[in-house]
């Protein structure tokens, strides 16, 4: 099972951090973002990885290369500048992803988390059906985005940036600019999503505030 790191936004909330630099490049403690990312990949024991590219992706790929000095294989799916958004990039990028398997799983590129994307292959999925992982609510979100499923349960929870896809959920929709939110709410509707909350370590790195509070979390720790 491939794996697919979202890299391509412009990140402008993060402006001017991303004036010369793609978000995911950015640094927590010292290290890329999205470094973190394919170690914990590597870790997962999954090692093929498709990274999108638009803005600034030349520092992403002249970075990490074919993936060989991080002990895994990586490709590359370029994007039009602007990028295509989320469900735009991912379906650019299915060919590269469903070489081997109908599934793969997605991870956007600006989160700072350790969740164990490994639980993620061990899911069965039927054709076109999605899971994906939700979080408690952060300040800046705190209506939430979707439910668990349950019954009589109407708290919404935070989208984490992390799925499990299978091709076919995509198969309806051309490669173009196209985000993924709307393609999740109509596959909730129609009982193709299935949904689980996960509660451990999670940050969305999407403001030079949020990038400095998780610096001084990780840099306290391995201080400590």
């Known amino acids: 099972m491939k794996v697919m790191i979202l890299a391509a936004g412009r ?12 978000k995911p490049m950015l640094a927590v403690n010292g290290k890329p973002l999205i470094e973190y990312h394919i170690e914990r990949i590597k870790r997962a024991g999954l090692k093929d990885i498709v990274i999108n590219l638009a803005w600034q992706g030349d520092k992403i790929e002249t970075y990490f290369g074919d993936g060989t000095k991080f002990g895994v294989s990586i490709q590359y799916s370029y994007e039009p500048e602007g990028g295509l958004e989320t469900a735009g990039g991912i379906i650019k990028a299915v060919p590269k992803l469903c070489t081997d398997s109908d599934k793969f799983i997605v991870i956007n590129g600006d989160i700072f988390t350790d969740y164990d994307v490994h639980a993620l292959t061990q899911l069965v999925l039927q054709k076109g059906e999605a899971h994906i992982v939700l979080v408690e609510n952060p300040p800046h979100n705190p209506e939430g985005d979707f439910t668990l499923g349950l019954p009589n349960q109407m708290q919404k929870y935070t989208f984490s940036g992390i799925g499990l896809y299978h091709k076919d959920f995509f198969c309806n929709y051309d490669t173009e600019f196209l985000a993924l939110g709307p393609l999740l709410r109509a596959g909730i509707t129609e009982h193709m999503v299935s949904r689980e909350l996960y509660l451990n370590r999670w940050f969305d790195i999407g403001t030079p505030q949020r990038l400095a509070e998780i610096n001084e979390l990780v840099r306290a720790e391995h201080v400590g």
């Open 11 to 22: 990140g402008k909330r993060m402006m001017p951090l991303t004036a010369t630099l793609p």
